[in-house]
């Protein structure tokens, strides 16, 4: 691929602890030769994996921006053994306005992958993740929630990929969250993820939905931070022990999974969303999950959202407004043993 047009101004390869940037050249109005500046931290020391932690691919999801950025400041060179790489968000212009698209482009980040290099904003930060800070990892975290769109029972979650060793690694990773609920998910809406393209290059790939809408509660920034942390010392790069859910008095990480088209439920028609089911309930087969109601026709019987088979509510709309083929629940199921053979 061709050479990125994207500057950093910390030297991956130094030892030791360097706040810096990610130099992204565009063009606005006030600035010929502007650059967008992302916060990069690169925290080195020894022996160890790479570890490349990210948070902001959508700008509107900030548990993982917060957790990324206290670690920036907390964590020091000699608690490491390895390399952090820290970037806490990642589509910084939509982290400001909070936004799941780039304002500078109208580009969803995880619709961009591999990249242009000279592309948009988004598709440059894309391409330069793809050929300079995926080759450098060993391991690739991307922290999402749902987003103001979708609101997700708080879960660490991954792709099935066909490599058995890297699923069994992603596996391990991804129960190290500590998460209730860890899941596999398919790609219902494009193609172009950041994921897909760092599994295609054989990283260890942990990504998470770490609740979602606009208010963040403290049980779940506080899943987000744990996860994270015990996420980087199941790989070795923090030292000390992983903790447990037994040790927290938890029942094991249940695993379910959404891998046909029908178990994501959308809007038939605009209207506005009640939901009649809580996140994480179980949900006979034909049982209504919401319905959408009519402002303008209260004579109108309401529309429901009808879960095609049984299982658990995963994840339902956040905002009440709907528009017609809105994403407004996701129904997961128990995962068969025989995945992990
Ligand atoms: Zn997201």
Not at 17 to 27: D, F, I
Not at 104 to 118: I, Q, V, Y
Not at 315 to 328: H, T
């Amino acid at each position: 691929m061709e050479r990125s047009q994207l500057r950093a101004t910390v030297d991956f390869a130094k030892p030791g602890k360097q706040h810096g940037h990610l130099c992204v050249p565009y063009s606005y109005n006030l600035g010929g030769w502007a650059n967008l500046l992302l916060p990069v931290t690169v925290i080195n020391n020894g022996e160890g994996p790479t570890v490349l932690a990210m948070a902001g691919n959508h700008g509107d999801e900030y548990p993982g921006q917060v957790a990324i950025l206290k670690l920036m400041r907390e964590i020091e060179p000699r608690d490491v053994s390895g390399r952090l790489i820290l970037l806490p968000c990642l589509n910084l212009p939509a982290c400001k306005v909070s936004t799941r698209l780039s304002p500078l482009d109208g580009r969803n980040m995880n619709r961009s992958f591999p990249g242009k290099a000279d592309g948009s904003p988004t598709e440059m930060i894309a391409h330069y993740l793809t050929t300079v800070l995926f080759p450098l990892a060993d391991i690739v975290i991307d922290i999402h929630t749902g987003g103001r769109s979708v609101d997700f029972y708080p879960c660490a979650h991954m792709h099935l990929v066909p490599d058995r060793e890297q699923r069994k690694q992603m596996r391990d990773g991804t129960l190290a969250w500590g998460s209730d609920f860890a899941f596999l998910y398919a790609d219902i809406a494009g193609t172009g993820l950041l994921p897909v393209e760092a599994e295609r290059q054989g990283k260890i790939v942990i990504t998470t939905e770490m609740g979602g809408s606009e208010s963040v509660p403290l049980a779940v920034h506080k899943l987000t931070q744990s996860g994270l942390r015990n996420v980087l010392i199941h790989f070795g790069l923090l030292a000390g022990k992983v903790q447990t859910r037994e040790q927290l008095g938890l029942p094991p990480t249940r695993w379910v999974q959404s891998l046909d088209y029908q178990d994501y439920r959308f809007a038939p028609e605009s209207g506005v969303y009640e939901n009649l089911a809580a996140l994480g309930q179980e949900v006979a087969a034909g049982q209504p999950v919401g319905q959408i109601h009519f402002l303008e026709r209260p004579d109108r019987e309401p529309v429901p959202i009808i879960a095609p088979t049984a299982g658990i509510l995963l994840a339902a709309r956040a905002p009440a407004l709907v528009a017609q083929g809105d994403c407004v629940a996701c129904i997961a199921h128990d995962v068969p043993a025989k995945t992990w053979e």
